[in-house]
């Protein structure tokens, strides 16, 4: 077993306390880090979320607490974990309090030795959501492993980790491939117009048979997209169906009506209200012809003061 792959080959509930064996004298690297103990505290808890976060946007890796370093960030051997399940629990609860967004799969594991008792072992997977952020009270910060060592990302880094993610990637793949079924099924009817929206991508596609296009598309989500966090796929008319819908359609939104208004108008010349007029208008309708279904007007009254 090389340096840099340690437990690779291995889930984390097929480790036993043999395994600790392998690390005395190993040192620590860009997959791996030994930890005495998790001390006390939201200081403490914080830390960890840097560690979590750092493993989670580089290539994932194990965090060994109750490991004794000696020189050069070696495992020189390994001291029990008081509490271990509550070190497990407090792990968990980090992970999902300051920590955005979440790291699917991480775990942990207590291994008992015969020698040194009780050392927790943390895996964090290869994500595909990255970039994680460390979510503090006073800060936030994107974290990565180099070498030994957890430094800040830089704006190019964080924006890589954004186009490379798994699902990003799926929408690109599922969008070209829509674009490629509707680019054979184009018809210039406005009415066959539909849109396909996918997370916050909305696009417009012409098509002759709706339904087809729906099986075509919902074959790519499935195989693309279900599953996945964050992603939605609805298939809706660019514009109403007038069948469906009668007000929909434009040519049943007009019509024809002649009213009779009666008006009166009141004017103050001496009084209080000098220069102001009082006006009111009531009218009834003597003829209506509407397009399609609408409302009726049955009268109208205005009152209005200058």
Not at 33 to 56: C, H, I, Y
Not at 109 to 118: A, I, P, Q
Not at 288 to 294: M, N, T, V
Request: hydrophobic letters at 35%; one cysteine or more; aromatic letters at 6%.
């Amino acid at each position: 077993m090389s340096g840099d792959t340690f437990f690779e080959d291995i889930d984390l509930e097929d480790l036993t306390s043999t395994h600790l064996d392998t690390l005395i004298g190993r040192s620590e690297n860009i997959r791996l880090e030994f930890k005495r103990t998790l001390s006390p505290g939201d200081q403490s808890n914080k830390e960890l979320a840097r560690d979590l976060v750092s493993f989670a946007n580089s290539d994932g890796g194990y965090i060994v607490i109750g490991a004794d370093e000696g020189k050069k960030d070696t495992c020189k051997s390994f001291r029990e974990v008081d509490d271990p399940q509550g070190v497990c629990q407090r792990i968990r609860q980090v992970a999902l309090d300051k920590i955005k967004e979440r790291i699917i799969g991480i775990s942990t594991k207590v291994l008992r030795h015969e020698k040194w008792g009780n050392i927790v072992v943390i895996h964090i997977p290869l994500s595909h959501l990255k970039p994680h952020m460390a979510f503090l009270s006073d800060k936030t910060e994107f974290l990565k492993r180099y070498e030994t060592d957890k430094k800040a990302m830089t704006i190019e880094e964080i924006r890589d980790a954004f186009h490379c993610r798994d699902d990003v990637a799926s929408l690109s793949r599922m969008e070209a491939k829509i674009d490629s079924i509707s680019s054979q099924m184009q018809t210039k009817d406005i009415q066959s117009k539909q849109a396909v929206i996918a997370k916050d991508s909305s696009r417009l596609h012409d098509v002759t048979d709706l339904e087809v296009f729906k099986k075509s598309v919902d074959e790519i989500f499935m195989k693309e997209i279900q599953g996945k966090r964050y992603f939605r796929l609805t298939i809706t008319p660019h514009q109403l169906n007038p069948n469906m819908v009668p007000t929909a359609n434009p040519g049943l939104r007009g019509g024809e009506q002649v009213s009779l208004t009666v008006g009166l108008n009141f004017f103050d010349l001496n009084g209080s209200l000098t220069g102001q007029r009082v006006s009111l208008e009531i009218g009834i309708p003597i003829y209506q012809r509407l397009d399609g279904p609408q409302l009726e007007t049955d009268w109208q009254a205005n009152l209005g003061w200058q």
